[in-house]
């Protein structure tokens, strides 16, 4: 079966900055895009990032900002989000996920899901 590792969250302060890293097997990773969504208790899951096979990103509107930038390691059969100047409203699970067919930047495009992964921003 498709198994995605998510690691790299945890408790930081305002300002720091993250990579989380989420680790696929070779199947996986070379045939489908992944990508990055997170959400928090009592919202929807949130589109953040997603990445080719050529690795050609493509962003939300928030991850488009500057501060996100995902990434991938064709050696590690990983992909990154890199996250910088850390807010508090960045609070969340982060959700690494893959599809074959992205039809749409939404949850329901996604076949494949990590267990999540909390980053928590201390105010």
């Known amino acids: 079966q498709v198994q995605l590792i998510e690691s790299g969250g945890g408790l930081v302060q305002v300002g720091d900055s993250l990579r989380l890293s989420c680790a696929a097997d070779l199947r996986t990773f070379s045939s489908t895009i992944m990508g990055w969504f997170r959400q928090t208790p009592g919202r929807e899951r949130e589109f953040l990032a997603d990445i080719t096979w050529r690795g050609t990103p493509r962003y939300s509107s928030d991850a488009m900002q500057g501060r996100f930038t995902i990434s991938r390691d064709t050696a590690k059969n990983t992909i990154y989000l890199q996250m910088n100047n850390l807010k508090p409203d960045d609070t969340a699970v982060y959700y690494c996920?893959?599809?074959?067919?992205?039809?749409?930047?939404?949850?329901?495009?996604?076949?494949?899901w990590g267990q999540g992964i909390q980053v928590t921003v201390s105010s």
């Open positions: 996920a893959a599809t074959r067919r992205r039809l749409a930047s939404v949850p329901s495009s996604y076949e494949y």
